[in-house]
Nanobody, 126 residues
Framework: VQLVESGGGLGQAGGSLRLSCAAS????????MGWFRQAPGKERELVAT???????YYADSKKGRFTISRDNAKNTLYLQLNSLKPEDTAMYYC?????????????????????WGQGTQVTVSS
């Protein structure tokens, strides 16, 4: 499975950005997909996940401002970021969890994701 993110860039505080992640390869093996982010000097953290049937899960601090969605026909994952804050500045990574690693509707664990994109940088100015 190959994952390619796009849509990052420079945003202003209070503004919006939409990230996309195109998946290819053995898509049938994939259960959940998710977005993680890593800011300089910090650990990679979960943003949100979504199952193949559309069940979503958000890290507590991300609820309300971020929306994860998935278009299975296009094999594409999205993350809508609204009301941007400077602390949202980070590298955002798309990830996919195969059924062999996680067969649940919610896969919040970093180690459940076997496939990762190269990341897309989001920088929010104040």
């Amino acid at each position: 499975v190959q994952l390619v993110e796009s849509g990052g860039g420079l945003g202003q505080a209070g503004g919006s950005l939409r990230l996309s992640c195109a998946a290819s390869g053995t898509i049938f093996s994939i259960n959940a997909m998710g977005w993680f982010r890593q800011a300089p000097g910090k650990e990679r953290e979960l943003v949100a996940t979504i199952s193949g049937s559309g069940t979503t899960y958000y890290a507590d601090s991300k609820k309300g401002r971020f929306t994860i969605s998935r278009d299975n026909a296009k094999n594409t994952l999205y993350l809508q970021l609204n009301s941007l804050k400077p602390e949202d500045t980070a590298m955002y990574y798309c990830a996919a969890a195969p059924f062999s690693s996680c067969s649940d509707y919610v896969c919040p664990g970093y180690d459940e994701y076997d496939y990762w994109g190269q990341g897309t940088q989001v920088t929010v100015s104040s």
